[in-house]
């Protein structure tokens, strides 16, 4: 069907993050519609071409901003503004029917049959159910459609400082007119409902068809192991199992289908000069930068303290991306920092500990041509392992946990 698409909005590359994921969950499910996304100048290039090869179409479109900080400090949320944006979907004339999913959601199955709702098709808000979420909506793009968004909005402003309380009073008769157009919760469950309503969830949960990351934790906001395809959690927050199991599903897809593309990119990038030299001890070492994408998806290595010496710049990924000077690449493999030749198998270690001013590892490392650096996190050891369980930190995600998660998630995906 070429004339009905899904639609999803990312304003900049961090949201298009989300935008890959759920167009990558939507292709997994073989929709048969177009997948469009909307951008806006703030996207980088590079960005644009990976969301090319997900999405049928990339449109740009320019920002538009409620800019009301009153209504958006209420809701604690001041980057909401721009979810305006969101409206310039009703400009897709193209088409004659559209679904529009935001961002931080993810399919679970095939949702084509979303189209045979009419506009204005929505699910319930979990916070205030008599509203709409404007998440997941069924809409026709139209000129006049969109004209009267505008005209409403520069007339009466939105409740909520961003598209959610426009769209709601818009469409105001939502709640009462037509049934029909009540999506039913599953096409659109807050990750976060999970837990308000465990019984429920238990006893419908296993339908879920889309899942909403809502609220300002978004699934990239959370570290994630490559090697073991555990969530990492952060230690002051307590997601429940199911949301661990819709995060852990995020990752897998955006670890297996996003992340190569994204290296794709960065190699085509590093090709472009983005190596330099950096010396130390008197040995020239060829520093690589890290993409953003990928340095954000890595652990957050814990680098013993002599390291510094090397580079006192790397410290966590996120540092590491916000930097704009090349930085060292990031390994989470096993335990200690280590240097080694690029072409020698990983698991041989050359100095163990490494960074040590010694004369062998001069000697070393003058004997061979290039070095790449790892810096590998420790393992914890048992002792810490003991005094987080002391603590009261358990490690919910322990070994086995991934695959109880994946065990949980055919259960009830199949
Ligand atoms: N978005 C961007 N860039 C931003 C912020 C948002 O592209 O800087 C897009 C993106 O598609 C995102 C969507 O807008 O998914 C909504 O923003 P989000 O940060 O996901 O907000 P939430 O708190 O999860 O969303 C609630 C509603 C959502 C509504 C928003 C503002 O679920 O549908 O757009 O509040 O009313």
């Known amino acids: 069907v070429t004339d009905q698409a899904f639609v999803t909005l990312a304003t900049d590359d961090v949201y298009c993050q989300g935008a890959l994921v759920l167009g990558q969950s939507l292709r997994n499910h073989k929709t048969s519609r177009k997948l469009a996304v909307l951008i806006t100048p703030e996207v980088s290039s590079g960005m644009r071409s990976v969301l090319s090869s997900v999405f049928d179409e ?62 204005f098709s929505a699910a319930p808000d979990s916070g205030w159910p008599d509203c709409f979420n404007s998440g997941v909506f069924v809409f026709r793009p139209s000129l006049k459609t969109y004209r009267l968004l505008l005209q409403f909005a520069a007339e009466h402003g939105s409740f909520d400082g961003g598209d959610q309380g426009l769209l709601n009073s818009f469409f105001s008769n939502w709640a009462t007119a037509d049934i029909g157009k009540h999506l039913p919760f599953l096409y659109n469950l807050s990750s976060s409902s999970v837990y308000t309503y465990v019984p429920a969830f238990n006893h419908f949960g296993r339908d879920a068809k889309v899942v909403h990351f809502l609220g300002a934790t978004k699934p990239w906001n959370y570290k994630y192991n490559l090697q073991t395809k555990r969530v990492m959690q952060d230690d002051t927050t307590a997601e429940s199992f199911h949301q661990l199991s819709f995060l852990a599903l995020w990752w897998n897809i955006y670890s297996a289908s996003i992340l190569p593309l994204l290296e794709k990119l960065q190699k085509m990038e590093e090709s472009e000069s983005e190596e330099c030299k950096h010396s130390f001890n008197g040995v020239e070492v060829t520093l690589k930068k890290v993409s953003p994408y990928v340095a954000s998806s890595l652990p957050k290595p814990e680098l013993p303290e002599q ?108």
């Open 58 to 119: 990339v449109i740009e479109v320019s920002v538009l901003d409620s800019a009301d900080s009153v209504h958006l400090a209420l809701m604690q949320r001041p980057e909401l503004g721009v979810t305006f944006t969101k409206l310039r979907c009703w400009t897709l004339t193209h088409y004659s029917k559209c679904v529009f999913m935001d961002a931080d959601t993810l399919v679970l199955c095939n949702v084509d049959e979303l189209f045979d709702r009419e506009e």
């Open 307 to 414: 390291t510094n010496d090397v580079n006192p710049s790397a410290r966590s990924p996120e540092e590491l991306a916000s930097r704009a000077r090349p930085v060292c690449e990031v390994e989470p493999r096993d335990s200690n920092v280590r240097l080694s030749e690029p072409d020698r198998p990983s698991e041989q270690p050359v100095f163990q500990p490494a960074f040590q001013e010694t004369s062998e590892m001069n000697e070393v490392a003058h004997s061979i041509s290039e070095l790449s650096i790892h810096f590998i996190p420790a393992k914890p050891s048992p002792e810490d392992e003991r005094r987080k369980w002391e603590e009261g930190r358990m490690d919910y995600m322990g070994k086995d946990a991934f695959e109880h998660i994946k065990k949980k998630l055919d259960a009830f995906l199949h």
